[in-house]
């Protein structure tokens, strides 16, 4: 009975904290590339979900958008620590419960949910056709609040298709649609002004299958290193270094192929002066990815401080390559 209670109680809690967020707004950037979705975001409301799960004892938001009446994507590191899941659209009172899986891909962060509600799926465009320089808009949750962030690509990688914008984007964001000027989803945000191509949603979508609870699925080693990665990046913006090492090792160890999680120990590495070990994770993230510009040239960075000019340069160099505007 007391656990019934405890569950009710935090039922209850979600759908409060749900319901009472920040009063939804759109805030546009300043930036001159701006075109996008503004007659829409009415149409998107039914759309975009708000996704509230756990990280440690507190209360963890992130976004997602129906791909199915009964579906939403979303990422799978808002939602990999253990506990249970809820998502609300924009303008309506009903908070449903997330009742499973039914399909879910750990290398590109991607898990579709199947819950207890029915909203407007958003149309998938074909990501291998962005360019450069075409506009487009990410819409979400950043800290709560219903946002349509706007920018331009600035880039598509060659090892993963990851398209890289310059949205301005805030934690929360991650999970939402990335948007081309028809209204398409061409990506799924995921941090970094990154998104997740389209088409890799597309393939996803293709297997899904029967559903599987959420807390079976929460068990699963490879999505317990996602709430590892995720506690050890928290903890490291907290300034607990110690404690964050310990859970981006922790990632590592339950999925040795986990490459975003060596890129964050990488940096945490660097901020700690630990330039080395700094050099060895950028290594076996090139190692596993080898189109990321920013990779390249962090790792220059950290070989620049110990004196490795030549080798610093020849970083700086690739990332050049890859991406004119890294660094800047």
Not at 16 to 38: N, W, Y
Not at 91 to 97: G, K, L, N, R
Not at 249 to 264: R, S, T
Not at 303 to 325: I, R, S, T, Y
């Amino acid at each position: 009975m007391k656990q019934n209670n405890k569950f009710l109680f935090i039922f209850l809690a979600l759908g409060f904290l749900l319901s009472c967020a920040q009063t939804p707004q759109q805030l546009v950037s300043e930036k001159p590339e701006v075109l996008i979705v503004d007659g829409m975001s009415e149409k998107l409301k039914g759309s975009i979900v708000r996704v509230v799960g756990w990280l440690g004892t507190k209360i963890h938001i992130g976004s997602g958008f129906f791909v199915a009446r009964g579906k939403i994507v979303t990422n799978i590191h808002v939602v990999a620590h253990p506990g249970p899941i809820f998502v609300k659209l924009v303008d309506q009172e009903a908070v449903w419960a997330v009742e499973g899986v039914t399909a879910y891909d750990a290398k590109n962060d991607l898990v579709v949910l199947k819950i207890a509600g029915e909203g407007t799926p958003l149309s998938l465009g074909d990501s291998d056709a962005v360019k450069p320089g075409e506009s487009i808009s990410v819409v979400g949750f950043p800290e709560g609040t219903y946002t349509v962030m706007t920018g331009s690509v600035r880039n598509t990688r060659n090892s993963d298709k990851r398209i890289q914008t310059t949205a301005d984007t805030l934690s929360g964001s991650s999970g939402g649609p990335l948007l081309n000027s028809n209204g398409q989803v061409i990506g799924i945000h995921v941090g970094r002004d990154e998104a997740i191509p389209s088409n890799a949603l597309k393939a996803l979508l293709s297997q899904s299958t029967q559903v599987e609870p959420i807390e079976q699925w929460h068990k699963r080693q490879l999505i317990r290193a996602y709430a590892y990665f995720i506690l050890g990046k928290t903890k490291f913006a907290a300034k607990d270094y110690d404690n964050a090492m310990i859970d981006l090792d922790k990632a590592i160890q339950m999925n040795p192929e986990f490459i975003y999680a060596y890129y964050a120990r990488g940096i945490a590495k660097s901020t700690l002066r630990d330039y080395n070990g700094a050099i060895a994770d950028y290594d076996k993230y090139v190692e596993l990815n080898s189109g990321d510009a920013d990779a390249y040239y962090r790792r220059g960075e950290a070989k620049k401080v110990l004196g490795q000019h030549d080798a610093a340069q020849a970083d700086f160099q690739k990332a050049k390559e890859l991406d004119p505007n890294v660094g800047q």
